[in-house]
């Protein structure tokens, strides 16, 4: 998988002064900023989705005008790329001492990446398309500087990171998209139950009840982690 491009070094265009003939704009009571904007862009974000963020919108939030946010930004795919950046930001425990088992380290990083997501489901659909931000980049840089300690060799590294990529994002995807009543579950497992002649192993493990997400990704990490270090 190739790695994406980072979008921290990119030049914004020069912005254009508002046209006079545009009228005055409303005035904020706050004044207006890159960090107001882009935590006004996560409310709207975890409110509507990517579908409810619009320029027009966000600066009617802010109590802006539309034309005071290119100030700040250069369009609306610059928000994206900032309020994607900054809700996975590691924002975990003080440096880490290096004695501590390289094992409690990455599982800490995952389980943080995972919960940033699903507080902000957007974020899941939204990564894999992005430019990767320093914040993101900082979390990559940490866990493969963990697993390169551990013992990973150079040659296994990019295969071990996306590994793990794809197993947070797959996980934290499944979990939003089947977040299933107590009742639906029961619904679908029965109908399986039915069907058992053709699905015998599925039916036996009751894969339709079972809703231990946290559990699951927990024993699945394992397993992951497992394969990636050689043993000593």
Do not use: C
């Not at 250069?74 to 001492?97: Q, T």
């Not at 919960?115 to 493969?144: D, F, T, V």
């Amino acid at each position: 998988m190739a790695a994406k491009r980072s979008g921290a070094g990119n030049k914004r265009p020069q912005r254009k002064a508002p046209s006079p003939s545009s009228g005055p704009e409303p005035r904020s009571e706050q004044p207006l900023s890159l960090e107001r904007i882009v935590a006004t862009a996560i409310e709207l974000l975890d409110a509507d989705g990517l579908d409810g963020l619009k320029m027009r919108r966000l600066a009617d939030r802010l109590g802006a005008g539309a034309m005071s946010l290119y100030w700040h930004v250069g369009n609306k795919e610059e928000v994206f790329d900032l309020a994607l950046d900054s809700v996975l930001a590691y924002r975990g425990p003080a440096p880490i001492d290096e004695s501590e088992d390289w094992r409690g380290k990455v599982v800490h990083l995952l389980k943080d990446w995972r919960a940033a997501m699903l507080r902000h489901p957007w974020s899941a659909s939204l990564l894999p398309r992005r430019a990767l931000g320093p914040n993101i980049l900082a979390r990559l840089e940490r866990l493969s500087s963990t697993l390169s300690k551990a013992g990973v060799a150079d040659a296994d590294l990019n295969v071990a990171i996306w590994s793990l990529w794809n197993y947070v994002i797959g996980a934290t995807t499944t979990r939003a998209s089947f977040d299933l009543s107590d009742d639906d579950r029961a619904a679908a497992q029965q109908r399986l139950t039915s069907l058992s002649q053709h699905y015998p192993t599925i039916e036996r493990s009751r894969l339709l009840l079972d809703n231990d997400w946290d559990g699951a990704f927990s024993k699945g990490l394992d397993f992951l982690l497992d394969g990636l270090v050689p043993k000593q």
